[in-house]
């Protein structure tokens, strides 16, 4: 989302520079192409910062001389508060919480502690920018100030993400699924993300649509991974499914699906794959986790989390619907993207927000 914004936001009023706890990775990369400085400070994951990250870090902020210091996420938060303060800029700070916090205890030891360090230094910040309603309220729960809140959800290309005739028909030959329902689920291979209750589902879907393929696009979804096939022996011997692993081509991907299904049983705020399926036309099916039912109102399927049998019950009423009943509530989803998370009207109130908090320092 954030290269996103980068890449729509007006230059002639907003400025930005990048500064990445971490590598540059592929987002930082793409940055960089649109004439965004990137500089990455080398952090390994999971590890606290030593004295010479801390350097490269005041240096990269001191050299960016910015008028807002935004952090991205729970350790660039911290990083941000700590580098304005360091480097004593008078500059706005915003923060951007873009996780849900269903239970503190599935994140890790180190998150854990910047979670609670970031409630400890949340008076700070003059707006804690949030994309999901939900994730504003657990953090409020947890003690983060709610004084200085902001709810900015995510925002979408129409124009990257639209039905795709062409692709469609591409992908769905090279998936073997010309007039099969395909039902897809896009994100990494993680617990969060509950691949195992999909797989079940899968299993109890076949019993009355067995000519259905699943797809799983996203890094690990691969044959290599040892663990996801034993999960998919195990619980759906006998489906079909896709493998795709860690995909660039997304809007394709969307294109060829039927229905998206996003089955996290925690941590999502704002659902960046369920907003893309919509804007795509494509139905979906999402757990009630963060703002996730919030994005697709009444044009897909809410199920409760971690019950195969709600998803294949969900996924069963959308098969009943027939082609022309799923197009037109794709129809619907893509227009409610269009009223209210569309990516242009999302950059607009983040660059007047930041105009608003540099105005309130002169």
């Not at 890449?7 to 990775?25: C, F, I, M, T, Y």
């Not at 044959?223 to 489906?239: D, F, G, I, K, V």
């Not at 139905?283 to 049998?309: F, M, Q, R, W, Y």
Request: overall charge positive.
């Amino acid at each position: 989302m954030l290269w996103k914004l980068i890449a729509a936001s007006d230059p002639r009023r907003v400025r930005h520079a990048v500064v990445s706890l971490v590598g540059k990775e592929f987002i930082g990369e793409e940055i960089e192409k649109i004439g965004v400085p990137v500089h990455a400070l080398g952090l390994r994951r999971g590890v606290l910062p030593g004295p010479g990250v801390v350097r490269k870090l005041l240096s990269a902020v001191r050299e960016a001389d910015p008028d807002v210091v935004q952090g991205w996420m729970y350790h660039a938060n911290v990083a941000a508060s700590l580098a304005r303060r360091l480097t004593r800029r008078k500059a706005a700070l915003a923060w951007n919480i873009r996780h849900s916090l269903h239970d503190i205890g599935h994140e890790s030891g180190l998150t854990r502690l910047t979670i609670r360090a970031g409630a400890r230094l949340s008076g700070g910040p003059h707006a804690i920018i949030y994309n999901a309603e939900a994730s504003a309220r657990q953090h409020e729960a947890l003690g983060y100030r709610s004084e200085t809140r902001r709810i900015i959800p995510n925002g979408f290309d129409l124009e990257q993400y639209r039905p795709d005739a062409q692709a469609r028909a591409a992908v769905r030959a090279e998936w073997g699924a010309a007039d099969s329902l395909v039902v897809g689920m896009i994100g990494r291979f993680h617990p969060m993300k509950d691949h195992r209750s999909f797989i079940e589902a899968a299993h109890i879907f076949t019993r009355t649509c067995p000519d259905a393929v699943f797809v799983f696009a996203g890094q690990g979804c691969t044959e290599e991974n040892t663990e996801l096939r034993a999960l998919l022996e195990q619980y759906a011997p006998s489906a079909s499914f896709r493998l795709l692993g860690e995909r660039r081509d997304v809007p394709a991907i969307l294109a060829g699906l039927d229905v998206l299904t996003s089955c996290s049983r925690w941590g999502e705020g704002f659902s960046n794959i369920l907003g893309e399926a919509c804007a795509c036309e494509v139905p979906c099916v999402a757990t009630d986790v963060g703002d996730s039912l919030h994005i697709i109102g009444d044009t897909g399927k809410g199920v409760p989390t971690g019950n195969p049998e709600a998803l294949a019950r969900a996924w069963q009423e959308l098969h009943a619907l027939d082609a022309d009943g799923r197009s037109a509530l794709g129809a619907r989803a893509r227009q409610r993207v269009l009223e209210k998370f569309s990516l242009k009207a999302i950059a607009e109130t983040y660059n007047s927000l930041y105009e608003a908090m540099v105005g309130t320092l002169r």
